[in-house]
């Protein structure tokens, strides 16, 4: 069993930055790959950014690049995204996941992968 648990949404003005946290418990987070997907009102969940158990490797969609970096930390359960250059169509709300079986890095981005989910954090992106 893993639980998630975000936290660092806020307000915040086009341009600026944000870290969300997501703090996990449970003994399988070092071998889980994490997540950030994010929904905005009336729209699907989508896909932020991944990275695998190690840390090694991480994946972003494309609108994010270069702006947000996922990093975790094994030692504290804890995976992070710092996002950079913030815009209004940032805003969502933000959820952390964690796949506790093996997943090709090729499909890390499809929200059916992951088996636990945080309750999400609110990010609001001010023009």
């Known amino acids: 069993q893993v639980q998630l648990v975000e936290s660092g949404g806020g307000l915040v003005q086009a341009g600026g930055s944000l870290r969300l946290s997501c703090a996990a418990s449970g003994r399988t987070f070092s071998s889980s790959a994490m997540a950030w997907f994010r929904q905005a009102p009336g729209k699907e969940r989508e896909f932020v950014a991944a990275?695998?158990?190690?840390?090694?490797?991480?994946y972003y969609t494309d609108s994010v690049k270069g702006r947000f970096t996922i990093s975790r930390d094994n030692a504290k359960n804890t995976v992070y995204l710092q996002m950079n250059s913030l815009k209004p169509e940032d805003t969502a709300v933000y959820y952390c996941a964690a796949a506790t079986w093996a997943v090709p890095g090729s499909q890390l981005g499809q929200p059916q992968k992951y088996n636990y989910w945080g309750q999400g954090t609110q990010v609001t992106v001010s023009s």
């Open positions: 990275i695998n158990w190690g840390g090694g490797r991480t």
